[in-house]
């Protein structure tokens, strides 16, 4: 029987990799859902469906991210204090930031369904996709308690030494995406709302499992009990988490960008390319994600506990695990480009060629963003949520909104699918300076 790792073991790569690697498939499994969904509405609704649930993804995210705040914030709050061996004041702050969560996303559902139709049309969302907007995003919304939820446990699960819990979760919650996916619109033709109502069963159901887990006698390191009110341990997981909710914020900002320079340089047909790079991108991206998820509250565990040694080992190996995985998936994207372009739009010759051009640009960026997103969750996990922040800031909205506008005027259309490149490079040496400059304080290095 393989040994329970437990997060105050030492990591070498072997160790670091299986207990990791639940993380990043349920992130890889959670975008590939995504990926499903996307190539429903596209081939089987249509193109102006398709353009709009990217539309109005950007905002869904957005009210969402509240879930990864106290997922990731709490998590190292949690990891720490489980690693000064206080683990009565761990079950305390995991019961009230669970509360939080879902109370949170019930008051933000609720005003955002009632305000949809304002906000999707000052996105400049008009005609049918507006209507489109609003049918798909207000379904989406009724199940947005569960989703911040199922965002929460994702961290927490791995902070409670189940890292398996989380996949396991997201495994059953897609696999009924996708068969719902299969009925809803291949088979009974419910268009948009079909999309929506199956994504948000699997939401549903995504944060409701963990949540009966947890509230039940398990052999995990954490329970849910009554919670106690904290409100200093409620604000230092939130401060700490904050470059997740930045992160998300931001990005869906800067999608809400993208979306609007695509339309003034290449028209509808710009926001559905766009939307497939999104959605491989989503795939991606999820690796260095879901890694960040998984070490995050080792990181955290160890850095309470004192062992600076430990520290150093986690960041030095997490850099070269890094650096081999972007420079694969880089080949790998260069390689992939039109057949995966051909799943969602091939179709279209004209949007597909628009679409693998753009791609084969845009992959670029894969060999620098996986060391931004460890950055920005290494100092999360150490518990300096501002550094975290400000990495997560300049990254996801500040140099990509910046080279988003100022690209195109030199470059065309080209400048926006090469924007990324530009903003991730910045946001490594951004990244590499404060890593340098923290260095004596954490003591990493």
Not at 200 to 212: E, F, K, R, S, Y
Not at 253 to 275: D, F, K, P, S, W
Request: glycine share 10%; aromatic share 12%.
């Amino acid at each position: 029987m393989e040994q329970r790792i437990q997060l105050s073991d030492h990591f070498g790569f072997g160790r670091l990799i299986r207990f990791t690697i639940p993380s990043i498939l349920m992130m890889i499994f959670t975008s590939i859902y995504g990926v499903v969904d996307g190539y429903f509405v596209s081939n089987f609704v249509g193109k102006t469906p398709f353009a709009a649930v990217n539309f109005i993804m950007p905002f869904l995210m957005v009210v969402g991210a509240m879930g990864f705040m106290f997922g990731t914030g709490g998590s190292a709050l949690i990891a720490r204090i489980m690693g000064e061996g206080r683990r009565e004041k761990a079950q305390e702050i995991f019961s009230l930031l669970i509360a939080a969560t879902f109370v949170s996303g019930l008051v933000i559902a609720v005003i955002s369904i009632l305000f949809l139709p304002q906000i999707a049309a000052f996105l400049g969302a008009k005609g049918e996709m507006l209507a489109d907007c609003i049918r798909y995003g207000r379904i989406i919304l009724v199940a947005l308690p569960f989703l911040m939820l199922q965002y929460a446990f994702g961290s927490l699960s791995v902070t409670a030494e189940k890292p398996k819990l989380g996949l396991i979760v997201t495994i059953i919650s897609g696999v009924l995406n996708m068969t719902g996916d299969v009925l809803f619109m291949g088979v009974f033709h419910w268009g948009i709302a079909g999309a929506a109502m199956v994504t948000a069963m699997g939401q549903i159901i995504g944060g409701t499992i963990p949540l009966v887990y947890f509230l039940r006698k398990n052999s995990s390191s954490l329970r849910l009990r009554r919670p106690k009110w904290d409100g200093g341990a409620l604000r230092r997981a939130c401060t700490n988490g904050v470059s997740e909710l930045m992160s998300s914020i931001s990005m869906s900002i800067v999608g809400m960008l993208y979306n609007a320079q695509l339309m003034r340089y290449a028209g509808e047909n710009g926001v559905a390319a766009y939307g497939t790079i999104m959605y491989v991108d989503f795939i991606f991206l999820a690796i260095f994600i879901g890694y960040a998820t998984g070490v995050a509250p080792v990181i955290s565990y160890h850095y309470g506990a004192g062992n600076k040694k430990e520290l150093n080992n986690l960041l030095k190996r997490s850099v070269l695990l890094i650096a081999a995985a972007s420079l694969s998936m880089l080949l790998l994207s260069e390689v992939m480009a039109a057949p995966l372009a051909a799943i969602f739009v091939g179709y279209d010759a004209g949007l597909l060629d628009m679409t693998v051009h753009a791609y084969s640009i845009y992959a670029v960026s894969f060999l620098f963003c996986g060391f931004s997103i460890f950055s920005s969750a290494f100092f999360t996990a150490l518990g300096d949520g501002l550094t975290s922040a400000l990495i997560a800031f300049l990254r996801t909205l500040v140099f990509e909104s910046a080279s988003v506008i100022i690209l195109p005027l030199l470059l065309g259309l080209n400048g926006i699918w090469g924007a990324i490149i530009v903003a991730e490079c910045m946001s490594v040496t951004v990244s590499v300076i404060f890593l340098v400059a923290k260095r004596r304080r954490y003591q990493y290095f």
